[in-house]
């Protein structure tokens, strides 16, 4: 199988790209990432050299650029590529429209013209909006984002929806819960706190701390998309999650904890606007129909990655850029 995965040099596009090759090594993939902030080589090193894998630096927005790689033969396209920090959506939606959206729909037109065999759309649980302290999402639940990160997924989810209402191409959306492990930017909760707290720098904790979200390792996630790809009933939507809810302060009392550090790092700080208070999946639908099971537990999942990243600090040095310092100093203030 062919696949040409987008946004492979991201968090969990890079971690699905070291799956997937470990667990179809006749598999081929072409990787197609713009590299932005998000985007990190680093993240591939690994798999660098395997003749099945191979990286093309471009725009899921460029048509010209993706040509090519489409006339050569391609049987899955995985949308994984994405603007996909919330707060940076707030600052400026912009992007996150351009982006998320108009470069699904270049991709699904090139899926269209040149007669794919499947498009994979990787989608999140935000599209949902937000949930009182009971009930879970459900691929029945209505779309009502409250983000501009999550209103623009959930434009592209509705423009993969019509490719095969309109068109007849074969699609599946996966909409799933916070992911967590190895190579996550360190804008991103879990991450940032470790970061922080080895640095002994305040852990900024938005609003109360309480909004609780579903914690996907993301491997897990992976083996997900991955039953979707070989065997997801055409058209349909899966949702994924680890069923696994935590509060924000849970989730850096645990790193507090694991990396001997005192709780008076927390500082609380100004809550995001339009803040969700608590997300939870339903995944009965992928592990009744695709034999889905997650295999890690929050517990593990969460010492594995402290233990991680306090193994690849070199690699937090490096994905820490002189833009992404400007942005933290934007969004936390000098701490
Ligand atoms: P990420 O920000 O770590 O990676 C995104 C990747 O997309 C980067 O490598 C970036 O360079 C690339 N990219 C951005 N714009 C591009 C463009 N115009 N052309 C080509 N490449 C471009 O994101 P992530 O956390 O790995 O998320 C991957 C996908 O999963 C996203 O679609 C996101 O919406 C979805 N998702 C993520 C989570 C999560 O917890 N991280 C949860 C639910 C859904």
Redesign the pocket.
Same mark, same amino acid.
């Given at each position: 199988m062919k696949l040409l995965v987008?946004?492979g040099?991201? @968090?969990?596009?890079s971690n699905f790209v070291h799956y997937c090759l470990r667990e179809h090594p006749q598999d081929e993939i072409i990787n197609?990432?713009?590299?932005?902030y998000?985007?990190n080589l680093e993240n591939l090193r690994l798999i660098d050299s395997n003749p099945n894998y191979r990286f093309v630096k471009?725009?899921?927005?460029d048509r010209a650029a993706l040509e090519p790689l489409f006339q050569a033969g391609i049987d899955v396209v995985v949308n @994984?590529?994405?603007?996909?920090?919330v707060d940076r959506s707030i600052l400026d939606p912009s992007i996150f429209v351009m982006?998320n959206i108009m470069?699904t729909q270049v991709l699904l037109d090139l899926a269209k013209l040149h007669g794919i065999a499947k498009f994979v759309q990787?989608?999140?649980?935000e599209v949902y909006g937000t949930l009182g302290e009971t009930g879970l999402f459900t691929e029945e639940t209505p779309l009502q984002a409250n983000s501009p990160y999550s209103a623009s997924?959930a434009g592209a989810d509705l423009l993969v929806r019509a490719y095969h209402e309109t068109f007849g191409l074969n699609v599946n959306i996966t909409r799933?819960? $916070? $992911?967590y492990g190895p190579y996550? @930017?360190p804008e991103?909760l879990i991450p940032l706190m470790i970061q922080n707290a080895l640095a002994d720098k305040s852990l900024p904790v938005y609003g109360d701390g309480l909004n609780i979200r579903d914690w996907l390792y993301v491997e897990d996630h992976c083996s997900a998309i991955d039953l979707v790809i070989r065997k997801g009933r055409t058209g349909e939507i899966y949702n994924i999650g680890g069923n696994n809810e935590r509060n924000n302060i849970q989730v850096v009392n645990t790193i507090l904890h694991e990396l001997n550090k005192p709780e008076s790092l927390i500082t609380y700080v100004q809550d995001r606007l339009g803040h969700d208070r608590r997300y939870a999946i339903d995944a009965t639908k992928i592990s009744e129909q695709l034999g889905w099971k997650p295999k890690h537990n929050y517990e593990s999942g969460i010492l594995e990655t402290i233990r991680w990243y306090l193994s690849n600090l070199e690699w937090m040095e490096q994905v820490r850029s002189g833009a992404y310092q400007q942005y933290y100093e934007k969004q936390y203030g000098e701490r």
């Open positions: 987008t946004g040099a991201g @968090f969990i596009g197609v990432d713009i590299l932005t998000a985007g471009a725009d899921i927005t @994984f590529a994405a603007e996909s920090h982006t470069g990787v989608s999140t649980d997924k799933c819960s $916070n $992911n996550q @930017f991103k």
